[in-house]
């Protein structure tokens, strides 16, 4: 070892668009603290993001895992912490939110 620290590697971040105007704020607070439970060793953050107009987009990474409007509504979380999964960490086993 040469005596210089070291960055760790980086972790993915979660970013959770809301709408103010909508009042989504906790709905995506939730979503977050979710997440960062779970995924408490994969991720390096979730981030809560407010935007108008009814958004309520999650990405990760810049690759979007869930949108309202695309995909009618909002993810229950097994759904939204399957899809995380599968982009952070497929091999994963989460449980029992895998099991039917």
Excluded: N
Excluded at 17 to 38: F, G, K, N
């Amino acid at each position: 070892m040469d005596g210089t620290p070291h960055a760790p590697a980086a972790k993915p971040r979660v970013s959770i668009t809301y709408c103010t105007q909508c009042q989504w704020l906790l709905r995506a607070a939730w979503m977050a603290q979710e997440l960062l439970s779970t995924f408490r060793d994969d991720l390096g953050e979730v981030a809560l993001v407010p935007g108008t107009g009814g958004v309520f987009v999650i990405a990760c990474e810049g690759d979007i895992l869930w949108d309202r409007s695309r995909d009618g509504g909002f993810p229950d979380v097994k759904a939204l912490k399957q899809r995380v999964r599968d982009r952070i960490s497929p091999a994963r086993d989460l449980g029992h939110l895998d099991r039917p």
